[in-house]
C-alpha cells in the first residue's frame, strides 16, 4: 500500500504539470484578435484599478516562471508572456494582476498564507529529512515530527488554493467585463487557467498521499 501511495503522489503531480504544459502548448498558438501581448492586458488592467505604482518586468526565470512579487511590487511575466499576444500570455498575465490585486484589496487569504509561509519554508526543507531520520532511527517521536511539518506543508497548500482560484476569477471577470479579449478568448483562458490551478490541487492531493503513507509506516513498524 505504502508503494502505491508513492507512486500516485508522483504520479498526480506528473499528470498535472503535463495538463498545464499541454494547455499552455495549446492557447500559446492561439493569438488574441485585438493583437494585445501579455505586458498590454496587464498594464492596462493594473492602471485601471489605480495600481500604477506596480511595475511589470521581465522574469528570467523561464517558461511559466511569471508571478507576483508583493515585496518589490511588481508584476513578473515570463518572456512568451511579456512579449506574445497570445490567448495563453492574456490568461496568464491577467491572473498575476489578479494577485496583485488581492493585496491591493487585503484578501483574507494572504494574512493567514502569510502567517504559515515561514513555518512551510522550514518544513519543505527539513519535513522530509526529519521523516526519514526518524524511520531509519526507529524513534517514533522524530518521525511524527516529520510528519507534523509534511502537515504544515500540507495546510500552507491549502490555504494558497483559494488565492489562485480567486485571482483566476477575477482575471476572467476582469477579462470579460473590459472587453480586453472577445468571448471566445474568455472560454479559452478560463480553460487555460483551469489547468493552471490543478498543479496546485495535484501538489497538495500529492502532500497528503505521503502523509498517509507515512502513516502507514509508523502503523506497520510500531
Known sequence: ???FLYFAAIGLVIWAQ???NNAYSHFAKVPTENKKNGY??????????GLQDVQIQVSQRGLLSD???PKTNTVNLSPKVYNEATVASVAVAAHEVGHAIQYADHYSFIGVRNAILPFAIV????GWVVA???IIAGIDAILLLGIAMLGVIATFQLVTLPLEFNASSRALQILSEGNYINSDEIADSKA??????MTYVAAFGATL???MRLLLIRGRRR
Open 192 to 197: 487555460m487557467l483551469s489547468a493552471a490551478a
Open 40 to 49: 498590454d492586458v496587464a498594464r492596462a488592467i493594473l492602471d485601471a484599478n
Open 209 to 211: 498521499l505521503q502523509i
Open 67 to 69: 508571478h507576483y512579487d
Open 1 to 3: 500500500m505504502e508503494i
Open 123 to 126: 518544513s519543505s526543507y527539513a
Open 18 to 20: 503535463a495538463k498545464v
Open 132 to 134: 526519514v531520520i526518524g
